[in-house]
């Protein structure tokens, strides 16, 4: 049966030859799957290997290292972990530690970010393209670098002795901006102005307007952005230990454990954190699918 | 424009103030601060307080002490980034392209290791590539490392951790340069008799050449400087300069040098990404 | 279909006839001038069209009077209320947008209510029910936008706008989207609604079919000036200018020269023109120029040809020489191309009477015209304005 293979081109398969045989051997037709199937099954592979620590992460918070605290290695399955998770000295409080900077770093970062996200796409003013400079480069700098720059600052103003939650608060305020903006920035982007304009047609007022038509559309992004300065809070390690004084945070928590031992609750943490966070996304994306259908243009 | 938005000249300042004033504050100022931190005289110290005296041999000097930690850690951060390069295009361009309706979702699938905690995920990997797991003793049996060879504790562990942490970071760009190619600009150059390898390199590279150019940026600069990958993944003699910096600011409080040492690194970073940026050809990023 | 039921809000609406007066109104913007002095003013209770190319400024007067744009200078008025400089959502006029702007997060049902509730009206379920009857979409009412194909959005964008009884009810362009036959159906139904309610309608379009379908009365608006207003008849059959005879439907604009006044056939006024050899009448009426060169216009459909020496059913001169030069059969009609003998290429429409065959390309004709559908246009415009490039 010869084939005008339409539409294969866009798979990366060599077009047959229009004169095509009518038959075509099996290592052809295998070939010829394989090329088809290519970039797809190594999509596959490299997602699944992006996975794999994780699985270890979920398996290893079922692992009983008592009698072997200093080897990494699976020995013996247990739920111990799971029902005495605060049992390591000093890991819940780190992990409220976190939790807390979190909240409050996202909720800061979150409001003034989207402020200026709509400052941004929605208001005229000198220097746009430098702002967009500022908001990219926290982003693209090496931790260490933010982190020591910081310390810099805090010590030769004099805060050198009183580094603490507040000086971590102000660290991830800072580098959480830039994604709050530019996610921000994206999903106000694609909302069609016409809308504010017929809800003034319609006699709604501008604060109306804003209420009941702008700040509903744009929502899913600003909690986009904020599970995502949520999750940057409470990972940050480098920029946070140089910064931290005497308080101590899960990320810290967890560098310093790595020496002695490291207590296998932590993986508890580390695998409730995924499980709530996919399940905040997934649960965003269904309504997001929604939303995005609507609001193409 | 409509008329909501002829009022308020002033109101995108307004807007914008409260994060220009705390991205300025402490973004940018405290570059000032490191700037001058490297020119302390290295005598001071935390408590007796330092003074800036533009003592420049700090920065002789930490080259001098430093440099092979230094070029080690772009060598292992460029590495890094071209592995990177070559697995995120792949799963970009399967998502961009094969995704159809579930590239939302592959694209969560992608983001979601991102959740669990960079030290956590990381220590996953030591357990991964221990010297009695499975990998290593694989590799021993087809002789791809010798019976005393080990993974942990080399470059392989640093660089393949470090490429597994920012891989996010170069995917999501590269699919937001992937999927606004239209994929009849590929079908019409096979129209034109051009084969899929060819229609790839003509047409597809070249447009995706602003993501690859962010992605690698994203990727190659936080890389630089981590030091997390280096100290749990691999031995002293994988310093680098990252743990350098952060020992010199906690261990040994020479903060002189830590300074010194971090504009080095960051004069040098901003160097090759100029050049990069100038031979990729594409000057907007954001 | 039901009826809506008139509610009038309390002292919302003035009784009486409110027109809609737009003096000398002008918009400009940094690097050109949207619209030009404009003076125009409609009846309440009449479909307006405002046609025009893109770019003509059509858009830019509707957006003024529906207040999201700001007139740089001049007035509006409804009635005796100066709205010139109101908020839109102070003025008792809605808008049907050209994609219709749909709030994607919010049902029909409350699309439509959007208007209502801001103006705190009582009996919004029995207003939204009703009109949605009126529309035909009370089964889509708890549907999502997205959901809907675009001729059923379309509608909605109306009922939306509709339901709050505007004394001007302005549509951008709103059939634009539509697909053909869509289109000519949503045509009809607007003009019938509009009927129905007697509202004030201000169509803004650049289709001229659908222009004259619908209106009854027609500005032609060309870089930001009105070019001629009238019923569709008299701007079809009498343009002013050779933009108005080019963007309606197509005209033959031939060169001429007046050569003065006479008594026509029937007793009336004509101007003499003589044309590349032949002298033609015009009725004075339909003569736009006064003195000096001119171009005679004649419709493509008023051209009436007869093979070389055979008898034309038309009073006066008749032109020889013609050759035909290309022939379309569009089923309905026939177009033919004549090549005159000073080089022009005339436009004669035949209807497929089935009376005479078709001529062949290459066939010596005659030409002529009945004089009452000739018109006379000023020889200083341009004979290509109006003419769409395809």
């Known amino acids: ?297 | 424009m409509a008329a909501g938005q002829e009022k308020g000249r002033f109101t995108g300042y307004w807007l914008i103030a409260p994060a220009a004033i705390w991205l300025g504050l402490f973004f940018v100022v405290p570059f000032y601060s490191l700037l001058s931190t490297s020119l302390y005289d290295p005598e001071g110290s935390v408590l007796t307080g330092y003074k800036v005296t533009f003592h420049v041999q700090n920065f002789s000097q930490a080259i001098q002490d430093y440099w092979h930690p230094m070029v080690r850690s772009l060598w292992y951060a460029g590495l890094a980034t071209l592995i990177c390069l070559v697995l995120g295009y792949v799963l970009a361009y399967a998502i961009a392209f094969k995704g159809g309706r579930w590239r939302n979702l592959l694209l969560v699938l992608v983001i979601a290791p991102f959740f669990t905690s960079f030290l956590v995920r990381t220590l996953s990997w030591k357990l991964i590539l221990a010297d009695d797991g499975f990998i290593v003793n694989s590799l021993q049996a087809v002789h791809l490392l010798g019976q005393d060879g080990r993974l942990l504790a080399t470059p392989v562990a640093v660089i393949a951790g470090l490429t597994y942490n920012f891989l996010p970071f170069m995917v999501l760009p590269l699919y937001a340069s992937l999927e606004k190619i239209d994929i009849r600009l590929v079908e019409a150059s096979s129209d034109l008799y051009a084969s899929p390898a060819r229609g790839f390199f003509k047409v597809t590279w070249p447009l995706s050449l602003p993501g690859v150019v962010a992605g690698t940026l994203l990727t190659f600069i936080p890389a630089a400087g981590d030091y997390i990958n280096a100290t749990l993944l691999g031995s002293p003699n994988q310093r680098m300069v990252g743990n350098v910096i952060q020992d010199l600011f906690t261990t040994t409080g020479d903060y002189a040098a830590a300074g010194a040492l971090s504009v080095i690194l960051m004069a040098v970073i901003v160097a090759m990404v100029m050049v990069w940026v100038r031979t990729s050809g594409t000057e907007d990023l954001v | 279909m039901s009826q809506v039921v008139d509610q009038r809000e309390t002292g919302r609406r003035a009784v009486g006839s409110r027109s809609l007066r737009l003096t000398q109104l002008t918009k400009e913007f940094a690097t050109f001038t949207a619209v030009k002095s404009l003076d125009l003013e409609i009846p309440q209770g009449s479909f307006f069209a405002l046609l025009g190319p893109s770019g003509c400024g059509k858009t830019t007067t509707l957006r003024m009077v529906a207040g999201l744009e700001t007139p740089t200078s001049g007035t509006i008025h409804l009635g005796d209320t100066d709205v010139t400089y109101e908020k839109p959502y102070r003025r008792p006029v809605n808008t049907v947008f050209q994609n219709y702007a749909l709030f994607p997060h919010l049902d029909i049902f409350e699309n439509v209510a959007f208007g209502l509730r801001r103006r705190k009206s009582k009996e919004v379920d029995k207003q939204v029910k009703d009109m949605l009857d009126l529309v035909e979409l009370e089964s889509q009412a708890r549907k999502k936008p997205a959901q809907l194909s675009g001729g059923q959005q379309q509608r909605v964008a109306l009922a939306r706008a509709l339901i709050n009884r505007p004394e001007v009810l302005l549509l951008d362009e709103p059939l634009g989207a539509l697909d053909l036959k869509l289109r000519r159906a949503m045509q009809i139904e607007i003009k019938r609604i509009q009927t129905e309610v007697g509202l004030t309608f201000v169509h803004v379009t650049h289709d001229q079919e659908e222009a004259m379908t619908m209106a009854d009365t027609i500005a032609v608006m060309n870089a930001g000036v009105i070019e001629q207003m009238g019923a569709p008849g008299e701007l079809y059959e009498n343009p002013r200018t050779t933009f108005v005879a080019n963007f309606l439907g197509q005209s033959n604009l031939i060169a001429g020269t007046i050569v003065g006044r006479d008594t026509g056939y029937d007793g009336q006024d004509v101007v003499k023109v003589e044309m590349q050899g032949t002298i033609v009448s015009i009725p004075a009426d339909r003569a736009h120029a006064d003195s000096g060169a001119g171009w005679v216009g004649v419709r493509p459909e008023k051209v009436l040809i007869a093979r070389a020496g055979e008898p034309i059913d038309a009073p006066g001169n008749h032109m020889t020489g013609g050759v035909i030069s290309d022939v379309s059969f569009v089923g309905v009609s026939t177009q033919y191309l004549v090549r005159m003998p000073w080089g022009q290429e005339l436009m004669a429409f035949e209807q497929n009477t089935g009376a005479r065959e078709l001529f062949a390309p290459g066939t010596a004709v005659d030409v002529s015209w009945r004089p009452e559908y000739a018109f006379l246009l000023d020889a200083s415009q341009d004979a290509k304005a109006g003419i769409e490039e395809e």
């Open chain 1, 1 to 297: 049966m010869s084939t005008v293979t339409e539409g294969t081109v866009a798979d990366g398969t060599a077009p047959a030859s229009t004169v095509a045989p009518s038959t075509r051997s099996p290592l052809q037709r295998l070939r010829g799957w394989v090329s088809k199937h290519l970039v797809m099954g190594l999509g596959a592979l490299i997602l699944v290997y992006m996975f794999v620590p994780i699985a270890v992460v979920v398996m290893m918070s079922f692992n009983d290292n008592s009698k072997s605290r200093n080897v990494y290695a699976f020995k013996h399955f247990t739920l111990d972990n799971w029902t005495h998770p605060c049992k390591p000295n000093g890991m819940c409080d780190a992990v409220v530690k976190s939790v807390e900077i979190g909240l409050l770093a996202t909720l800061v970062a979150t409001i003034i970010g989207t402020l200026a996200a709509f400052a941004l796409v929605r208001h005229r003013f000198a220097g746009r393209s430098f702002a967009n400079l500022i908001i990219f480069l926290p982003m693209a700098s090496p931790e260490i670098v933010m982190g020591s720059s910081l310390l810099a600052l805090f010590v030769s103003s004099g805060f050198g002795g009183r580094l603490g939650f507040w000086t971590i608060f102000i660290a991830h305020v800072m580098f959480c901006l830039s994604f709050v903006i530019v996610t921000v920035k994206a999903r106000l982007g694609g909302l069609d102005d016409n809308l504010e304009q017929a809800a003034m047609d319609l006699y709604a007022t501008e604060s109306q307007t804003f209420w009941r038509v702008t700040f509903p559309l744009v929502l899913p992004g600003v909690m986009a952005a904020a599970l995502l300065s949520f999750s940057l809070s409470f990972d940050d390690f480098i920029i946070t230990n140089l910064n931290a004084g005497q308080n101590v945070t899960f990320p810290m928590f967890v560098w310093g454990a790595a020496q002695r031992g490291v207590p296998m609750q932590v993986n508890v943490i580390g695998t409730v954190m995924f499980v709530v966070a996919i399940a905040l996304v997934l649960g965003g994306e269904a309504r997001n699918r929604r939303q995005a259908r609507a609001l193409a243009r």
